[in-house]
Each structure stands twice: as structure tokens, then as C-alpha cells.
């Protein structure tokens, strides 16, 4: 976040202008946490296969069905499954998704504006932001998580 040249590598780099600009990322995961704390429907409900309505729920304001609150990404390579449902297992799941979400879920509800259209994502930019989205994570608490999970029975 600090534009930080030598904290990152070229590839980390590249993903960092992809989540900036055209992964248009930046729209909604835009505090020090990465999160607007703010609450969009990325399209995951189309009221048969995904039923949870989200915030609908509590506020039973239509304008409110299928959203959820923007997660932060601090991270977030360490914190699969990912979306609300666990319905996403790895990084690149996600990228491929947010790419075109119409193409996955083609009945999704009340998708964000954001969303309206594919995004359009080389291969190479969606390998350098998820490169980028692995920086998120701090080195420290992966190194805290891995020698603790040793010491845990399997």
C-alpha cells in the first residue's frame, strides 16, 4: 500500500495495477484491511442452488438481497474457503469468477454494478493478482500458524 518498490516482486507489481484498475478490486477492498466494511452482492444468490439472501435477512429491504459483507483480505491466502458459503476453495477460483461471474452463476441476483460485465483478464493478470493477493498475507502469522499446527495432534 505504500508503493514500496523493493517490497514486492515485478509479478506482485503487475497484480497490484490489475487489482487497482482493470480487476477494478479497489472499488470495494479499499481500507488498510482491504475492506470498504460495506455491504454487495457479487451475484451468489439465485434463490435455487444459492439460497442465502444475506442481508435481505435482517432488513428485508429488497435492494439488500444476496449481499454480504466485503471481507477484509488481510490474509487471505491462509483463509479458504472463501465467500460467504465456502463455496470457493482457492484464490484463483475466486479471480476466475470475479473475471465473469455471469459465466458461473448466469442467475445470480442483484448483482453489483461493478459486475455487470466480464472483466476480461488475461492469464497473465489473473497469475500476477493472485501473486499480489498472496502479499496480503503476513509472513509472521504464517510462520506462528505453520510451527503451531506441528505441535497439533492429527
Given at each position: 500500500?505504500?508503493?514500496?518498490?523493493?517490497?514486492?516482486?515485478?509479478?506482485e507489481?503487475?497484480?497490484?495495477?490489475?487489482?487497482?484498475?482493470?480487476?477494478?478490486?479497489?472499488?470495494?477492498?479499499?481500507?488498510p484491511?482491504?475492506?470498504?466494511?460495506?455491504?454487495?452482492?457479487?451475484?451468489?444468490?439465485?434463490?435455487?442452488?444459492?439460497?442465502?439472501?444475506?442481508?435481505y435477512?435482517?432488513?428485508?429491504?429488497?435492494?439488500d438481497?444476496?449481499?454480504?459483507?466485503?471481507?477484509?483480505?488481510?490474509?487471505?491466502?491462509?483463509?479458504?474457503?472463501y465467500?460467504?458459503?465456502?463455496?470457493?476453495?482457492?484464490?484463483?477460483?475466486?479471480?476466475?469468477?470475479?473475471?465473469?461471474?455471469?459465466?458461473?452463476?448466469?442467475?445470480?441476483?442483484n448483482?453489483?454494478?461493478?459486475?455487470?460485465?466480464?472483466?476480461?483478464?488475461s492469464?497473465?493478470?489473473?497469475?500476477?493478482?493472485?501473486?499480489?493477493?498472496?502479499?496480503l498475507?503476513?509472513?509472521?502469522?504464517?510462520?506462528?500458524?505453520?510451527?503451531?499446527?506441528?505441535?497439533?495432534?492429527?
Amino acid at each position: 500500500m505504500n508503493d514500496d518498490s523493493t517490497a514486492m516482486s515485478a509479478q506482485e507489481i503487475r497484480g497490484r495495477t490489475v487489482f487497482r484498475e482493470k480487476g477494478k478490486c479497489l472499488e470495494c477492498h479499499f481500507s488498510p484491511d482491504f475492506t470498504g466494511d460495506e455491504f454487495r452482492s457479487i451475484g451468489l444468490f439465485d434463490g435455487v442452488k444459492h439460497r442465502d439472501s444475506g442481508r435481505y435477512l435482517i432488513t428485508h429491504d429488497l435492494n439488500d438481497l444476496g449481499k454480504f459483507k466485503v471481507p477484509g483480505l488481510r490474509n487471505v491466502a491462509i483463509t479458504a474457503p472463501y465467500m460467504h458459503d465456502g463455496s470457493m476453495h482457492t484464490l484463483r477460483e475466486i479471480i476466475d469468477y470475479y473475471d465473469n461471474p455471469q459465466a458461473s452463476l448466469p442467475s445470480g441476483k442483484n448483482r453489483d454494478r461493478l459486475l455487470s460485465k466480464p472483466l476480461g483478464l488475461s492469464e497473465q493478470e489473473k497469475q500476477d493478482l493472485e501473486s499480489f493477493l498472496r502479499t496480503l498475507t503476513d509472513d509472521r502469522f504464517m510462520t506462528k500458524t505453520t510451527s503451531s499446527n506441528k505441535h497439533q495432534p492429527r
